[in-house]
């Protein structure tokens, strides 16, 4: 089966900038998550989707980032106006359960 | 302090030689991952455990839940094991979310 696909892979922008990520999901998997992973941390759960819905979004800085999965399948995520501090990998993963996370290549993002 | 804590944050071995990664963790869990990172940053699933000890191949997991602690194992490592190591939980009481140790830089020379 085809993985999680993710674009773009790397973006360059400046602070103040917007900038969006898409993720296209696993077939069928009913749950997507988006992480942010700053160099040399470990990943961070921005957001989870159940379908549609969201189930925790409490990591997401509301102020500057939202997304959305309208139809329950491929997710955008946005960041406006970005920060310096945004600077890093922005990954999507899907599961069909709770139990194993299909991770996508991941849009590395650098803020000037 | 994180929930999660794995060590070391670098490891370089030479071809061959036995590897293990420790995680520990502060909380109760459902699940313990193990996951695989390569530069580019796509990240595979190797284990998930709630007890006892699993075996793929070369790798082994190991987890001791009275000791909030999970080890992994890497035996005859290779160059191409070369990747961080990442150990993730899912708490008792948070569902499906995983938190992330930092992960373990991994280097094998030939």
């Known amino acids: 089966e085809a993985g999680v696909a993710q674009s773009p892979r790397y973006k360059i922008i400046e602070k103040r900038q917007s900038v969006a990520f898409w993720c296209n999901p696993i077939?069928?998997?009913?749950?997507l998550y988006w992480y942010q992973q700053i160099l040399g941390q470990g990943p961070k759960l921005l957001i989870q989707f159940q379908n549609n819905g969201v189930v925790d979004d409490s990591q997401l800085p509301k102020d500057r980032f939202s997304a959305e999965r309208l139809k329950g399948v491929d997710s955008t995520l946005k960041i406006q106006p970005a920060k310096l501090e945004d600077s890093a990998v922005y990954l999507c993963?899907?599961?069909?359960?709770?139990?194993?996370?299909?991770f996508g290549p991941g849009t590395r993002l650098t803020v000037l | 302090k994180n929930e999660v804590e794995q060590s070391p944050q670098n490891l370089t071995a030479q071809e061959g030689e036995f590897i293990t990664i420790n995680c520990s963790y502060s909380v109760g869990i459902s699940a313990l991952h193990w996951l695989q990172q390569h530069p580019g940053g796509g990240i595979v699933s190797l284990f998930m455990?709630?007890?006892g000890k699993k075996k793929h191949g070369r790798l082994i997991a190991t987890i001791n839940i009275q000791e909030k602690h999970s080890s992994l194992h890497i035996t005859a490592s290779h160059p191409r094991d070369s990747a961080v190591y990442i150990c993730a939980v899912r708490s008792e009481t948070s569902g499906s979310r995983l938190t992330f140790g930092e992960g373990t830089q991994l280097t094998v020379n030939p």
């Open positions: 993963a899907s599961s069909r359960d709770w139990y194993t996370q299909y």
């Open positions: 455990l709630s007890s």
């Open positions: 077939s069928g998997h009913a749950t």
